[in-house]
């Protein structure tokens, strides 16, 4: 008894001294990590007259949120977050809509077409952008869309050619992650349904679809961010400075002939604030979203 | 055997799932029987919309893309016989333009250090917060956050270590001409600093994707382990890491795919040059530049997409087929 | 003033190919009997505008090009749109000032703006160009205006031309006019190609300015073991090297044979290639070492900073020195022109000075019926009260109409014109000079860095690379 308590003892002293070194190595790994913003955000707290004098690594003469105000009027990032979000919002919804449909059919009717579908889809998701930009342009400048949608009757430099692009290549890895989820809901569900004589449309919209619920929420999460974030696309595809979305006004400061990088470290992280409080928000739909699509396989 | 009936009455991709069931249990005949024609209209329009939209805005440039490799097209006005040169771009590719082996080193370093110390990183993280430690979830957040940033924030702000007068040169002391250390500028050094920054965001990716699989272990398996007598390395070793296979895969794919994907931070940098030249990169400095040598970078991105087929099918052939069933 | 400009006028034409024809002569005197015609125009331009931008501009920057306005500008009615590289904040605010004054000449006319950031819009031209530009825009003259014109996306303005042609030299008609004979653009600035330095620096420490190379590569070694970086230098955007490798050509081997290098007249192999790279690498060890990872920004901080002793680059530097928030360092600037390489060629006093222009474009879908504003736009770009607008917000970039009032010039701006007009051989810059193929950042920009990353190797190798990239372009239609 004597024996086993002390072996206790000493094993939980160990185990205490296991976690402080485990504690001391996180703490430090996080410090590490965090460094980088923070530093950034030291920068976007000094005037630039004081950073030319005296460089960036020195003890600063003046902090203050002058560069964030100036950032915020310069680059006029209030009216970039909502070129975002005329295209974000449709876009993730459209996206979520579509491939909520197609999972739902694909897990629906069980057909040897199925696979090849899905596999079309994700692939399509994971190619790189780069290997169809040039012929994707072309189309843009080629295919005729009616007015209400387009200002100027294509859909280059129109905010629904961006919103298009973005559903197209973000649908496939919806469709697969929701076609996984559907695939753990008892099929009991669809045959009830059925034998109620629900049309097909009615099965999804009444019962397969608020069942996913959580999965749209975590998918909505992680695609706000994704479209949120990207700026490729609408570098390639719009033309008008004033349609672009919030990470390419980041460009708008670098000037080819004067780059103010305080303003622009202050820009950076007012267009990293949105994704940020999303993350903070919403965490746990986030983390979520993105391990249920490769870890239910 | 497909149903004649079906095929009369539906377009193609329901017409085959009724084949396909026909041919089934007579269970599912039945089951199925219930779809009523506009059932069969719905679902077909359910899943033809979005294929059309994937077939004619990402596979139709994809075949295009290879077409156009074999032009020298540069992207005005039409295509005539006179655009068309064979395999000469590709000739020129491989013997004759300077930046592409290079570009094909840097991708394929991109990929060995993502899988080698970027995703490992990542998997330990996750093995550490797996447990219950006060502050887990913290740490996790910490770890996570650089994911949600956009690129074009995560390179400015890397560059602000970077740069010759940033914090990493200063705080070592080396601010003097002769050994400062440009960590962005030295050709041979940039693609290490830019992996270290990418390896940044893919960490905290890699280990939220880990720690979920961790979460679906049976914790009997390591209580197990640990009456065996086994360390935690052991455990993890042993038992852990085999049960994680298929997790262990995905690991490996996405983190290739990601590689073969890379560009934001290269381009952002300094577009991709003197250094830091992708695949990617030169694709778009080629073809969607001033420059505009569209069949000269279509070329290249031919060479990207069949690189990527390759875990793409990998990808699909092990994830699609343990979901089919 | 007048003395200046006409030296430049005369000088500037003797590279110039055409002499001004008597009809401009004629469409000039209008431009001047025209003057103070409307001025109180002005008051009725509020209602016209329906653009942010007009409405916002201050009156006071709108009165002085309203009472310069031409007569026969005024009364253009519709929409002009206007794509342009002018995204700075500052360029932004002598964009607004001229599009109000535009206005004001103008009442009924509304100006569209669509600014892109200067590197994007670059990036994009040629697909800007065959999509769905604006009416009017901004880019550059040289090969890459050509090569455009060659291609039937720009519209040939020598109706415009004709009106205002009085207002440039030779050498400005001939930087906007194409292998067709037709003109294509109207220029509005230009900026020479330098050493820059610090006064105090040199004065402080004794130096004088280098006339020859040798005195050149004496002072290098001087500030060396002053503790100073000799030649500060920024490569990380790939083109400032450019501009080095631009005045080494000329001085060793002559504007003829730099300008038929760049347009693949000769080849990149020719030893004379070689010698240029060979003095480049004397050179390269007084610049500063970490010029891969610096934007030329950051390079000219140095300069400001009083660590660098020199910069060899364009006059637009000075937005950098007027950022620090003391005029003094902008009053501090100074520049010599790149010292004598001791070749016959050294007489030619060439350098680049890159010429901006304003261009019709050929595709807009609005071009038919906004032509007359498209136009009249591009003619009150003409006028040196226009430019001056820009001038007054963009230092650094000199108006190139010749009644441009300088006598507003600071003593920099007015040396620069000076520089200007005594070289008899002008460039544009590599990258204007040469296929946009072949100069961007996977072509000539690469090979420079390479070239760069190792100065003093053999160039045997590289010089064939170069030339190999050049032959497997596609066929030149230029």
């Known amino acids: 008894m004597t024996a086993t308590s002390m072996a206790g003892g000493s094993s939980r002293r160990r185990i205490r001294r296991g976690r402080v070194v485990l504690h001391a190595f996180l703490i430090t790994m996080s410090l590490i990590w965090i460094f980088p913003l923070a530093w950034c955000f030291f920068t976007a707290m000094r005037p630039l007259s004081d950073t030319i004098l005296h460089g960036y690594f020195s003890w600063p003469t003046t902090l203050n949120f002058q560069n964030f105000i100036d950032g915020w009027t310069n680059a006029n990032l209030g009216y970039y977050y909502l070129n975002t979000l005329i295209v974000a919002v449709p876009a993730v919804i459209i996206t979520l809509i579509l491939a909520s449909l197609v999972a739902f059919a694909l897990t629906r009717v069980r057909s040897r077409i199925n696979l090849f579908l899905l596999m079309m889809f994700t692939a399509g998701n994971l190619l790189p952008p780069q290997v169809i930009i040039v012929p994707l342009y072309h189309f843009y400048l080629a295919i005729p869309i009616p007015k209400p949608l387009s200002s100027n009757g294509l859909l280059y430099d129109q905010y629904i050619g961006i919103i298009l692009i973005h559903i197209v290549f973000q649908v496939g890895f919806c469709i697969f992650v929701l076609s996984n989820y559907m695939r753990t809901l008892p099929k009991e569900l669809n045959e009830a349904a059925l034998v109620d004589g629900a049309s097909i449309f009615r099965t999804y919209r009444s019962v397969i679809l608020p069942l996913c619920t959580p999965a749209l929420a975590a998918l909505g999460t992680l695609e706000f961010t994704f479209i949120y974030n990207d700026f490729f696309w609408a570098l390639l595809l719009i033309k008008t400075g004033s349609k672009r979305p919030i990470t390419s006004a980041l460009n708008n400061l670098q000037g080819q002939f004067f780059t103010n990088y305080n303003i622009l470290a202050a820009a950076a992280l007012m267009v990293a604030i949105p994704t940020i409080i999303v993350y903070i928000a919403l965490q746990r739909q986030f983390i979520r979203g993105l391990t249920l699509g490769s870890t239910k396989g | 055997m497909p149903d004649p009936q079906a095929i009369g009455l539906a377009p193609a991709s329901v017409s085959t799932g009724a084949g396909a069931i026909a041919s089934g249990p007579r269970k599912r005949k039945h089951r199925y029987s219930i779809l009523t024609r506009r059932d069969k209209v719905v679902l077909f329009l359910m899943v033809g919309i979005p294929t059309a939209l994937t077939i004619i805005f990402i596979w139709l440039p994809t075949l295009a893309s290879i077409l156009l490799s074999f032009t020298n097209y540069q992207g005005i006005g039409g295509i005539t016989a006179a655009n068309i040169v064979g395999l000469k771009n590709y000739q020129f590719l491989a013997t004759g333009y300077v930046l592409f082996w290079p570009a094909v080193a840097h991708n394929l370093m991109w990929l060995l250090f993502f899988v080698f110390i970027a995703s490992p990183i990542g998997i330990f993280f996750a093995v550490l917060l797996d447990r219950e430690i006060r502050g887990s979830r913290f740490y996790q957040n910490i770890f996570y956050f650089p994911v949600v940033l956009s690129l074009a924030v995560v390179g400015f702000i890397w560059e602000l270590q970077y740069a010759p007068d940033g914090f990493i040169d200063s705080a070592l002391g080396l601010t003097s001409q002769n050994n400062a250390i440009d960590w962005l500028g030295n050709p041979s050094l940039n693609i290490w600093a830019v992996l270290v920054a990418a390896s940044w965001r893919h960490v905290g990716y890699i280990m939220v994707l880990y720690l979920a699989g961790l979460k679906s272990v049976d914790p009997t398996l390591r209580e197990a382990a640990a009456i065996d007598g086994a360390s935690e390395f052991q455990s993890f070793v042993r038992v852990i890491f085999p049960v994680m296979a298929p997790i262990n895969i995905v690991i490996v794919v996405v983190t290739v795919i990601e590689s073969l994907r890379a560009f934001d931070l290269a381009f952002i940098i300094n577009q991709g040059t003197n250094g830091l030249e992708l695949l990617s990169t030169l694709i778009t400095n080629n073809s969607i530049s001033e420059a505009s040598l569209i069949g000269f970078g279509s070329s290249i991105a031919v060479v990207l997409l069949v690189i990527s087929l390759v875990p793409i099918v990998l990808y699909l052939s092990r994830v699609m087929g343990s979901a089919s069933e | 003033m007048a003395n200046q400009d006409t030296t430049r006028r005369e000088t500037l034409s003797m590279t110039g190919l055409r002499s001004v024809s008597r009809r401009d002569v004629l469409k000039g005197m209008a431009v001047v009997a025209g003057a103070a015609a409307v001025p109180t125009i002005l008051a009725a331009c509020s209602s016209g505008a329906t653009t942010a931008p007009a409405s916002v501009a201050p009156p006071a920057s709108v009165v002085p090009p309203a009472s310069v306005a031409p007569a026969s500008a005024a009364g253009v009615t519709g929409t002009v749109t ?72 720009t519209t040939a303005i020598d109706d415009v031309w004709a009106k205002v042609s009085s207002n440039f030299t030779g050498a400005f008609a001939t930087a906007v006019t194409a292998d067709d004979g037709k003109v294509y653009g109207i220029p509005v600035d230009y900026y020479p190609w330098a050493v820059f330095y610090r006064k105090s620096v040199f004065s402080d420490k004794g130096y004088t300015i280098p006339a020859t190379w040798a005195d050149f590569k004496t002072l290098c070694t001087k500030m060396q073991t002053d503790g100073l970086i000799p030649i500060t230098f920024g490569d990380k955007d790939g083109w400032p090297a450019m501009g080095t490798f631009d005045i080494l050509d000329l001085r060793l081997n002559g504007y003829d044979f730099h300008t038929q290098l760049l347009t693949g007249k000769q080849k990149w192999t020719d030893a004379k290639v070689t010698t240029v790279f060979q003095k480049w690498a004397e050179i390269m060890p007084f610049h500063d070492k970490t010029y891969a990872g610096l934007t030329w920004e950051k390079a000219c901080d140095t300069l400001i900073q009083k660590k660098s002793g020199m910069f060899m680059f364009g006059l637009f530097l000075t937005g950098e020195f007027s950022s620090t928030g003391t005029p003094a360092d902008l009053a501090d600037l100074d520049f010599f022109p790149f010292p004598a390489m001791g070749t016959q060629y050294d007489a030619e006093n060439a350098l680049d000075a890159p010429i901006d222009i304003w261009m019709v474009s050929a595709k807009s879908p609005t071009l038919q019926a906004d032509l007359d504003a498209a136009k009249a736009y591009m003619e009150f770009w003409s006028k040196g009260s226009t430019q001056l607008l820009m001038f007054q917000n963009q230092p650094g970039f000199i108006p190139t109409a010749n009644d441009a009032d300088s006598s507003s010039y600071d003593p920099l701006t007015k040396k620069a014109v000076q520089i200007v007009s005594q070289a008899k051989k002008i460039t544009q810059f590599l990258d204007r000079d040469s296929r946009p193929d072949f100069a961007g950042a996977n072509g000539m920009q690469a090979f420079l860095q390479k070239f760069l990353a190792n100065p003093t190797q053999d160039t045997t190798a590289l010089q064939a690379e170069i030339q190999a990239y050049w032959e497997a372009l596609p066929p030149a239609t230029v």
């Not at chain 3, 002598?94 to 569209?112: H, K, L, Q, S, Y």
């Not at chain 3, 200067?118 to 205006?145: C, K, V």
């Open chain 3, 82 to 153: 206007v794509g342009s590289n002018h995204s700075d904040a500052s360029e932004v605010k002598g964009m607004t000032a001229i599009n109000a004054a535009f206005i004001a000449a103008n009442p009924g006319v509304t100006v569209t703006m669509n600014p892109v950031d200067h590197n994007t819009f670059q990036n994009q031209i040629g697909a800007y160009l065959q999509g769905t530009p604006e009416d009017d825009f901004t880019w550059f003259s040289g090969y890459r205006m050509r090569f455009f014109a060659s291609k039937g996306l």
